[in-house]
């Protein structure tokens, strides 16, 4: 059982809508991840937070907008997104800074129609 | 940027042989990470690496952390169905917030 719980599962958008993905973690970890994975690529990161801040932001397009409104959750808000942008996404937390251990949630399936 | 090299791409195996695979890097890192993917599903760390020369095993899993901390290897020792999946490697910088992935192997094992 994954201690990273990503809903919804599976999401279905069409180019106009806007949709947040989310995250929730009880394992008191301080570091939070949005990653993106295209099929038979491996997860690219998108965003990090550290200790609810934005710490990183690897260049991504503004119609995906992270927010992480306490140290338990982590969204993704989506608006506007064109169909390349369907992948599964990631998230995933760290214990600390300089820790190691990346641990994922099941991920959610976003198609952009 | 920073990338992984991470070989081999795919194996097709029998089950109870053993599989190797490495990544190697042309940049240092402080931590070496090896997770598991399953179709649908997110990664599942399988073995974590700190420091260089660490040698660490996990069951039939077992993986190096390289002297020159550029490069990792993974084994796996008696194959069996339930190992298929992609294995991914991953790289942790200085800073501890960026990890890089390797490009992923795909192991296929027959019964």
């Known amino acids: 059982d994954t201690e990273v719980t990503q809903t919804p599962k599976h999401l279905v958008m069409g180019m106009t809508n806007k949709k947040s993905l989310k995250c929730e973690q009880h394992m008191g970890h301080r570091a939070m991840y949005w990653y993106k994975q295209k099929a038979k690529k491996p997860p690219e990161l998108m965003f990090v937070y550290s200790y609810e801040k934005l710490s990183i932001n690897e260049s991504v397009p503004s119609r995906f907008s992270p927010e992480c409104p306490n140290s338990s959750l982590l969204n993704l808000h989506l608006h506007a997104l064109q169909p390349e942008d369907s992948a599964l996404y990631l998230c995933?937390?760290?214990?600390?800074?300089?820790?190691?251990?990346?641990?994922f949630g099941e991920g959610s399936r976003l198609t952009v129609l | 940027g920073q990338q992984l090299n991470q070989s081999p791409q795919s194996m097709f195996i029998q089950e109870g042989e053993d599989v190797s695979m490495n990544c190697t890097s042309s940049?240092?890192?402080?931590?070496w990470l090896w997770y598991k993917q399953d179709p649908g599903e997110g990664p599942v760390l399988l073995i974590a690496l700190y420091k260089a020369g660490e040698l660490t095993s996990n069951g039939r899993l077992t993986a190096q952390f390289g002297i020159t901390r550029k490069d990792s290897f993974l084994n796996i020792s008696a194959s069996i169905p339930s190992d298929v999946g992609i294995y991914f490697c991953a790289g942790q910088d200085t800073g501890g917030f960026k990890t890089i992935f390797g490009a992923g192997t795909r192991l296929f094992v027959k019964a």
């Open positions: 940049s240092i890192f402080n931590t």
């Open positions: 995933a937390t760290q214990e600390g800074a300089n820790t190691g251990e990346l641990f």
